[in-house]
């Protein structure tokens, strides 16, 4: 893929986040994403690429604009396209932390398909994590594994989870270990990315969610050269039943980031409310503040942009 697509990509999660900021805190869980989706379809018209969304938003239903299978962009290059317009929708809704609108591109067949309702545990930390923390070791074990290849204690690790009932036991582990936990409301790819990215204060994500967010976490993860695994963990037969007709035999497979994003990867978020790894859009007379990252797995380069937005000034995106 083009250099100059990624900077052309970050402009649609720009958009989207714009659009899904105005409806900051109003308390309407479902008008941010509304927004968001609207915003990211219309600006994606824009860029260079076209393709199917093969991780699509997990809140639309088959046939809608950014749901899995439908077809966005025209011209320009083939891709396989993972969008989320407004992770963390309620979050934002309510004036929360973590809400971002992210979108990845990958070579054509280089992100791995999953049905959106699905789930996944997780675990992802920053490069010298690889070859030492792993799923089928335990909490307590990766913990003591990462402390003693980063020469420090336990009790210096930090460990970020999403606050949900079915990691209380984990939660539980985690702290009898010596480790602190820092506990999310929503957002896990911000949490994954967070866990990538030396100096943040996260040292390591683990728990279970998204599957969608697990393949976009994977995305940033690639491009930021840093270390995240997977496996599929349905909650009910019915979910376990929807792996199986989407081609996915072996469910106890741990999933490492090659078979979830293959060949060149370009990532974009763009923050809408401040969260673990962006701050969200501040508004001023006339305009607003984004920030942003936007990544290429080929160089592993980060960009983060802050751009200042003059709302006068109407893009014209035909």
Do not use: W
Request: aromatic share 4%; hydrophobic share 40%.
């Amino acid at each position: 893929m083009k250099r100059n697509l990624a900077l052309e990509l970050v402009r649609v999660t720009e958009a989207a986040a714009l659009a899904a900021a105005r409806e900051n805190g109003r308390g309407d869980d479902l008008a941010p994403e509304r927004m968001a989706t609207e915003a990211m379809v219309k600006a994606f018209e824009a860029i260079a690429a076209h393709g199917e969304i093969v991780v699509g938003d997990p809140q639309q239903q088959q046939g809608e604009a950014l749901a899995n299978g439908s077809q966005l962009g025209e011209g320009g290059e083939e891709v396989d396209i993972a969008a989320d317009p407004l992770e963390g929708g309620v979050s934002c809704a309510l004036g929360g932390p973590n809400a971002m609108s992210i979108m990845a591109l990958a070579d054509k067949g280089g992100l791995m398909r999953c049905p959106s309702n699905s789930y996944m545990e997780k675990i992802a930390t920053s490069a010298d994590g690889a070859g030492v923390v792993d799923l089928d070791k335990t909490a307590e074990q990766n913990l003591k594994a990462l402390a003693e290849a980063r020469g420090v204690y336990v009790e210096d690790l930090t460990v970020i989870i999403l606050d949900r009932p079915r990691h209380d036991d984990l939660i539980d582990e985690v702290r009898r270990a010596g480790a602190r936990v820092k506990l999310i409301p929503h957002g896990d790819v911000a949490a994954a990315m967070a866990a990538a990215q030396p100096g943040t204060g996260v040292d390591l994500l683990l728990g279970t969610g998204g599957a969608s967010q697990g393949i976009l976490s994977a995305a940033a993860v690639k491009c930021m050269g840093a270390f995240m695994q997977c496996r599929y963990k349905p909650r009910s037969q019915g979910e376990a039943n929807a792996l199986y007709e989407f081609g996915i035999n072996d469910i106890e497979r741990k999933l490492e980031l090659a078979d979830m994003a293959r060949g060149e990867v370009l990532f974009a978020a763009t923050g809408v409310t401040n969260g673990e790894f962006l701050r969200g859009i501040q508004f001023n007379r006339g305009g607003a503040v984004t920030h942003s990252i936007v990544m290429r797995s080929a160089s592993h380069t980060e960009r983060y942009l802050e751009s200042h937005h003059r709302f006068d000034y109407q893009p014209d995106y035909s």
